[in-house]
């Protein structure tokens, strides 16, 4: 079976630590990891876990703000770290307070949860999860499918790269080119500039569903005329409530098998959407 690798998930996400200069938000969120492994002396986080966690309110660090500031926490003995196998050549970060001496079974605990929801089975109905219910929250608000897995609009086709858009709706005569990313981590930069430039060649606006996304690729969305939404909590599907239950206990991450996109998501959406008629 070949996989659909758009919905893979990829554990390893040192280019972090290449990609971004160094920035002051830095010597922050070392302090800020500092305390919450003073306070948390007797466990162990992964590297992507991490960034979920600082992500939210009150630190709001961007993913890789938290990935240099664990870097040179590690490079300064102030943290310990051990490095797991996953799959396809990947591998997971674990690290530590340098004085928690019983780590091994903690991480065989979370690496077997990691594992799981790894899987590119899992990733992919995780992501065509997430499609279908956003796409029928957006119908039963009124907005016309204009077809799935598109890269064409009335007349207007993009050819330059493969890529195509999750799908496109309509309401008000306003058309929206949407695409959804159900992942931990953000949208690759290179595949959010691409997917902005299809929706200006097919005159539509861009609606991006992400689970979540830094501000500054959101202000290129806007800038674009169109709006990103963020939903927060990974969606799996129905079938999956044992592995949701997993990844809360062992990870504490936000994961959900909801039946339908919570309502005060697409208020906030249509509210938006009315201001533009």
């Not at 064409?152 to 050819?159: D, F, L, N, P, R």
């Not at 044992?242 to 504490?252: R, S």
Request: glycine letters at 6%; charged letters at 35%; aromatic letters at 14%.
């Amino acid at each position: 079976m070949e996989y659909d690798f758009d919905y893979y998930e990829d554990i390893g996400e040192e280019e972090w630590l290449e990609t971004w200069p160094r920035d002051i938000k830095i010597d922050e969120a070392r302090e800020e990891l500092t305390k919450f492994f003073e306070e948390n002396d007797e466990k162990i986080y992964y590297l992507q876990q991490l960034e979920v966690f600082f992500e939210k309110k009150p630190f709001r660090f961007y993913h890789w703000i938290t990935a240099k500031a664990v870097n040179e926490l590690i490079e300064d003995g102030m943290l310990g770290k051990e490095g797991v196998p996953l799959i396809k050549g990947t591998s997971v970060k674990f690290v530590f307070n340098r004085n928690h001496r019983y780590h091994k079974m903690q991480i065989r605990n979370s690496i077997e949860v990691i594992r799981q929801y790894s899987n590119p089975n899992i990733a992919i109905a995780c992501g065509r999860q997430a499609e279908m219910l956003f796409f029928n929250a957006l119908t039963n608000r009124g907005f016309l499918s204009k077809g799935q897995n598109l890269n064409e609009y009335e007349g207007k086709k993009w050819t330059q790269t493969g890529h195509d858009l999750d799908f496109i709706v309509e309401r008000d005569k306003i058309v929206y080119g949407c695409e959804v990313k159900n992942k931990w981590a953000y949208i690759d930069k290179e595949e959010l500039d691409i997917k902005l430039e299809i929706c200006e060649h097919l005159e539509i606006k861009p609606l991006f569903i992400m689970r979540n996304s830094p501000k500054s690729y959101n202000w290129e969305i806007v800038k674009r005329g169109g709006y990103a939404m963020i939903f927060e909590t990974q969606i799996y599907p129905f079938g999956e409530k044992e592995l949701v239950e997993k990844i809360e206990e062992v990870l504490g991450l936000p994961v959900d098998c909801p039946r339908a996109i919570p309502e005060g998501i697409i208020d906030r959406f249509m509210k938006w959407h009315k201001k533009q008629k």
